[in-house]
Structures are given as C-alpha cells and as structure tokens.
C-alpha cells in the first residue's frame, strides 16, 4: 500500500512563508524522486518543484528564488519552503510520490494555499 501525506496549507498575507510536509510511505516499491504540483481554478496542475533521491532539483521559473525544495530520505518526507508569497501562488498543492525507477508514481490529496490580504 502507498501513503502520501500533505501538511501545512493555510492562510497568509502577501509576503509571508509557508512550509509544507509531505510524508511517504510504500509496502510495493523504493520511494525515489519526490516533487510538488500546484493547481488554481481555471488552470492546469503544473510543476512547482521536484527533488530525486539524488538531491537534484528542479523549480518553476515562478517560484525559482523563492521556494526551496529538500527532503529527508530516511523519513520519505519531502519539503517545500515557501517564502515572499504572492496573490497568484494560491493553489492546491499536491505532493507526487515516483518509485525508484520512475515506472509508477501516486498523488496526495492536496493541500490548499491562499494569499490574501
């Protein structure tokens, strides 16, 4: 069985920082790359940021500067450190979870983010 755990949504003001969790867990493959996914109304997911088991990284040109992407591979937990968000980072989050050979992947439930004064 496959878990995929989202944590720290919320609410915040324009320029404020959020960290979100998303904690893995597998009884049928390796956890190997791990990566974050956003959606607003009216658009389609995208990639925000995505880490391998390696530690290489990947960002949206639109958060590059801003967020920060790390994990613990002995926790499966993979991390996004959000900093000076804006109105139009309000989304869901999904967290993607690949196996080691990125043959199969599952998704989170999401988490929501909301920028608002």
């Known amino acids: 069985q496959v878990q995929v755990v989202e944590s720290g949504g919320g609410l915040v003001q324009p320029g404020g920082s959020l960290r979100l969790s998303c904690a893995a867990s597998?009884?049928?493959?390796?956890?190997?790359?791990m990566g974050w996914y956003r959606q607003a109304p009216g658009t389609k997911r995208e990639l925000v940021a995505r880490?391998?088991?390696?530690?290489?990284?990947n960002y949206a040109a639109s958060v590059k500067g801003r967020f920060t992407i790390s994990r613990d591979n002995a926790k499966n937990t993979v991390y996004l450190q959000m900093n000076s968000l804006k109105l139009e980072d309000t989304a869901v989050y999904y967290c993607k979870v690949e196996n080691y050979y990125g043959t199969s992947y599952y998704w989170g439930q999401g988490t929501q983010v909301t920028v608002s004064s």
């Open positions: 880490i391998n088991s390696g530690g290489n990284t």
């Open positions: 597998s009884s049928i493959f390796s956890i190997g790359a």
